[in-house]
């Protein structure tokens, strides 16, 4: 059973920075993608950041150029480096990995991230 928790959340002014970080329970290089997704009250939770085994990254048009993933193998982590933070930015996020052997799906239980003045 993979085990993930997510870090890093907090209530932020617009423009400014939050660092996420999502700590797993084996190694983040076993898993084929490792992503961060967010999810307002009331929609569908939508994908923010992915990573692919090979480096691959991926990202919502909405937060291309703010947002940066990234894995840390001294930490064992998966993070998101959000920048230029904007209102439509509050979500709980989520960090979500797929294991190649079985490929199933694992989620964190998310981070509350607040944009606002």
């Known amino acids: 059973q993979v085990q993930l928790v997510e870090s890093g959340g907090g209530l932020v002014q617009p423009g400014g920075s939050l660092r996420l970080s999502c700590a797993a329970s084996?190694?983040?290089?076993?898993?084929?993608?490792m992503g961060w997704y967010r999810q307002v009250l009331g929609k569908q939770r939508e994908l923010v950041a992915g990573?692919?085994?090979?480096?691959?990254?991926n990202y919502a048009d909405s937060v291309k150029g703010r947002f940066t993933i990234s894995r840390d193998s001294a930490e064992n982590t998966v993070n998101l480096q959000m920048n230029s933070l904007k209102p439509e930015d509050t979500a709980v996020y989520y960090c979500?990995?797929?294991?190649?052997?079985?490929?199933?799906?694992?989620w964190g239980k998310g981070t509350l991230v607040t944009v606002s003045s």
């Open positions: 979500k990995v797929r294991t190649p052997w079985n490929d199933m799906e694992y």
């Open positions: 084996g190694s983040i290089f076993s898993y084929d993608f």
């Open positions: 990573l692919g085994r090979t480096g691959i990254t």
